[in-house]
């Protein structure tokens, strides 16, 4: 694959419900991704977005971005996804070598509307929704039996994720107030609230509010940008069965399929010795788990074993993750930008020393259907 | 924030745009079933694999099941693969508590390669075990519609 940088990117903290409205935020995230990067509007030549009609509110909701997403008179187009799907596109479009500078921005604002209702919304209208019974919370709770009953993990193994998670994102200072718990115990996210047993509240990745931005160059160009581009060298993603009783739900068929596809064309052949920062969109404290073993990480039932805190054996969510806070349709793209971070040697407070090679995932659907994978590297 | 919040414009109920769906030639046949207490089910004739509700195509074989043939009777009883209880109600406008938690089993028909969702009743949360037999607890008065189906009980 011909080699496309990121060259620049930019995120607004994440709030359980902001004090600013949604065309002030997102042009925050893209004026200053471009500021940070000292490029202009004239340098944009396409601008692709990522939210969620419902979402949003509205159809066809990136004709209100127009303005303050950078899309003026540009090149511009929508993905309806994640974030980090929304970057595949971007990425393709610098790949048809017609572009010199892709913005890419996406997000959401759920403290306007009930997020867990609309997830209700994905599901079949003819069958499962008039019943009610299946939303992300319910999926969530049928995927984390499934994982324990078939490998015998424990709920005081899968609650250590969330633990990990939410000690990194104090650490981190873009993440969400509600989750930069630095003193929190598996005791205190065993005994949070039930959401869907045996999913408990601070498993959760709570929705909350935030618009993030990325941009990509070719490599001539992006050299020209910076002295520290952090280059795309794969990509994968795969879609699984829509009906949840389709599914093997205690593993990830469609991410073992995207880490293949990403890491043949980086030329990894052996992941976990490879790889030195994983930043992975676990929806669930068990999807951390269940997405590693997919990748490779750790052998199927075992992830819980892996040291995977910041200077562990293989740092993964050391910015804190989704649970860390989780914008819906900016999660994936936040992924891909900490993970970035991790290559330039800019998480502070949170970097793995020397990281050179890096992935970064997003995910859509309910129990994670689709998967995509990035590889990334840094520069010498 | 702690502050009542200021509705200063409230879009509810201005524009009225309600999908009517057709549940489809398939979904016709499982519900015309529903009504007798009757379960169907379709199988792809290249796998072999029997969908419950019926598909129309196979995703893993890209099979197109006809629409005059592949159909297969189930019996109303099946086994729990998987289950969760939530304490939340789904279909709220907000996220809001029930005042009982609701108990929610993915079943495996017998002679059906996939699960259906649907309320487990009548039935202690410590009593429930993946792997145990079920069946369907019909409504009194069936209409061909979800609703036919109350949940499962214990066999
Ligand atoms: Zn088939």
Same mark, same amino acid.
């Given at each position: ?39 202009? +509007? ?57 572009? +010199? ?46 994982y324990?009953?078939?490998f015998?993990v424990?709920?005081?193994e899968i609650?250590k994720v969330?633990?990990k ?85 205690s593993i990830s068929?469609?991410m ?16 976990k ?5 994983a930043?992975l969109?676990e929806?669930?404290a068990h999807e951390e788990l269940i997405l590693a073993e997919a990748l490779g990480l750790a052998d199927k039932g075992k992830a819980a074993n892996l040291n995977s805190?910041?200077?562990g054996d293989l740092?993964i969510n ?63 | 924030? =702690? ?13 009225? =745009? ?62 729990? @693969? ?19 938690? @609701?108990?929610?089993?993915?079943? @495996? ?5 996939? =699960? ?28 061909? =519609? ?10």
């Amino acid at each position: 694959m011909e080699k496309v940088g990121i060259v620049g990117f930019n995120q607004v903290k994440m709030y359980s419900d902001a004090n600013y409205g949604r065309y002030e935020m997102i042009f925050e995230a893209v004026r200053g991704a471009l500021d940070k990067s000292g490029l202009k +509007k004239k340098d944009i030549t396409t601008v692709i977005s990522c939210t969620n009609d419902y979402y949003d509110g509205r159809t066809i909701s990136n004709l209100f971005t127009v303005e303050v997403g950078g899309g003026y008179l540009a090149d511009e187009s929508k993905c309806e996804m994640d974030g980090a799907h929304a970057v595949l596109y971007g990425l393709m479009r610098i790949l048809s070598g017609n572009h +010199k500078l892709a913005v890419i921005w996406s997000g959401s604002m759920p403290s306007c509307y009930p997020y867990h209702s609309t997830r209700l919304y994905e599901t079949d209208p003819t069958w499962e929704r008039p019943l009610g019974y299946v939303n992300d919370i319910t999926a969530g709770g049928f995927q984390m039996r499934a994982y324990m009953e078939k490998f015998g993990v424990s709920k005081e193994e899968i609650a250590k994720v969330a633990v990990k998670n939410r000690k990194n994102a104090a650490k981190n200072p873009l993440a969400l107030a509600e989750a930069q718990n630095a003193n929190i115990t598996v005791e205190d996210v065993l005994n949070s609230e039930i959401y869907s047993d045996p999913v408990t509240e601070l498993m959760v990745a709570q929705p909350c509010d935030s618009i993030a931005a990325i941009l990509l160059a070719p490599e001539r160009q992006a050299l020209k940008i910076t002295d520290n581009p952090v280059w795309i060298t794969g990509v994968g993603y795969s879609q699984e069965a829509y009906y949840l009783g389709e599914r093997d739900l205690s593993i990830s068929k469609s991410m073992e399929i995207a880490g293949k596809t990403a890491f043949t064309t980086a030329g990894i052949k052996d992941p976990k010795n490879e790889i030195d920062v994983a930043e992975l969109f676990e929806a669930y404290a068990h999807e951390e788990l269940i997405l590693a073993e997919a990748l490779g990480l750790a052998d199927k039932g075992k992830a819980a074993n892996l040291n995977s805190e910041i200077n562990g054996d293989l740092a993964i969510n050391p910015s804190g993750g989704a649970i860390g806070g989780n914008p819906p349709c900016a999660t994936g793209l936040i992924r891909i930008i900490e993970a970035a971070k991790q290559l330039r040697g800019e998480a502070n407070g949170y970097q793995v020393k020397g990281a050179k090679k890096a992935i970064a995932s997003g995910q859509i659907g309910m129990c994670a259907q689709n998967n995509i994978l990035f590889t990334l590297e840094g520069s010498d | 924030m =702690a502050e009542e919040e200021k509705v200063i414009v409230n879009n509810k109920g201005l524009v009225r =745009a309600e999908f009517n769906f057709w549940v489809g030639r398939y979904m016709d046949k499982f519900y015309d079933g529903l009504e007798q207490k009757k379960i169907v089910g379709n199988k792809c004739p290249k796998c072999g694999d029997v969908f419950c509700p019926p598909r129309s195509v196979c995703g893993k074989c890209n099979e197109n099941l006809s629409l005059d043939q592949n159909w297969v009777d189930l019996p109303d009883s099946g086994t729990l @693969q998987n289950f969760t209880i939530t304490h939340f109600k789904v279909t709220d406008r907000r996220t809001r508590k029930v005042k009982d938690p @609701q108990l929610i089993a993915m079943v @495996q028909i017998d002679g059906s390669n996939t =699960a259906i969702v649907n309320r487990l009743l009548n039935m202690p949360p410590d009593e429930i075990k993946i792997g145990m037999r079920v069946k369907v607890d019909w409504s009194e008065k069936t209409t061909g =519609a979800p609703s036919d189906i109350n949940g499962f009980v214990k066999v």
